[in-house]
């Protein structure tokens, strides 16, 4: 099994769809949780953390699953902007780095 | 608010050239890292440095060579490039929680293009 697994898409969508995201990953000891954003040829961007609670932050909501290690990330009311990859991140053994997964691909058409 | 700061931008290299890539972070972080991000293969980790002093190995570490040079830089070299490393270089930063089980997330600086011909 891979470290973080994600669905590479891509994710087609109109303008005010909603649109999920989910990863899985391997460590059962993680306890770091990212969503990354990264456009194209630029660098990745923290997009929001991920909280055992779930977490919003504006039409993006993040949702962990530490039982299933499954990570979720809900767009709502997509913008023509939020086109871009989505990384799904975890952190590795203690004090190692973070795991990047390949990414999502989402496009929001008009 | 630099962040993260690399050079150069773009770097073209005959093969068997060396080169450094620098990296500067202003934000006090412990920690710095280096990724490349091939198409199709996302970001892989080639060394990291969890504090100064000290690096250690990624997923990706052959053909490259690290220095902590300072808490703030962290240089990658390649001492005899070859064109399997044609990619994009990324540098990052993070700080820690205090036990070191929790990682902040990470700041990028705005990468290196290398073209191996």
């Known amino acids: 099994r891979k470290e973080v697994e994600q669905d590479p898409g891509p994710f087609n969508v109109p303008e005010g769809a909603t649109v999920a995201f989910n990863c899985t990953y391997s460590n059962s000891a993680s306890q770091s949780f990212f969503w990354y954003r990264q456009d194209c040829r630029k660098e990745p961007k923290l997009l929001m953390s991920?909280?055992?609670s779930g977490n919003e932050d504006g039409r993006f909501t993040a949702q962990l699953n530490r039982a299933s290690q499954y990570i979720s990330l809900l767009i709502r009311d997509s913008k023509l902007s939020d086109s871009a990859t989505y990384l799904c991140v975890v952190n590795g053994q203690a004090g190692t780095a973070l795991i990047f997964g390949k990414g999502t691909t989402l496009s929001v058409s008009s | 608010n630099a962040g993260v700061t690399q050079t150069p931008k773009f770097q073209v290299l005959k093969t068997g050239q060396s080169m450094t890539l620098q990296c500067a972070q202003d934000m006090n972080h412990n920690s710095m890292y280096w990724y490349r991000q091939d198409p199709g293969m996302g970001l892989r980790l080639i060394y990291y440095s969890a504090s100064e002093g000290t690096t250690d190995k990624g997923e990706v570490p052959n053909g490259y060579n690290v220095s902590r040079l300072n808490k703030r830089e962290f240089s990658l070299r390649l001492e005899s490039a070859a064109p399997s490393q044609t990619s994009v270089y990324f540098c990052?930063?993070?700080?820690?929680?205090?036990?070191?089980?929790?990682?902040?997330?990470?700041?990028f600086g705005s990468g290196t293009r290398l073209t191996v011909v």
């Open positions: 990052a930063s993070s700080g820690w929680g205090t036990d070191r089980l929790e990682i902040y997330g990470y700041t």
């Open positions: 991920v909280y055992s």
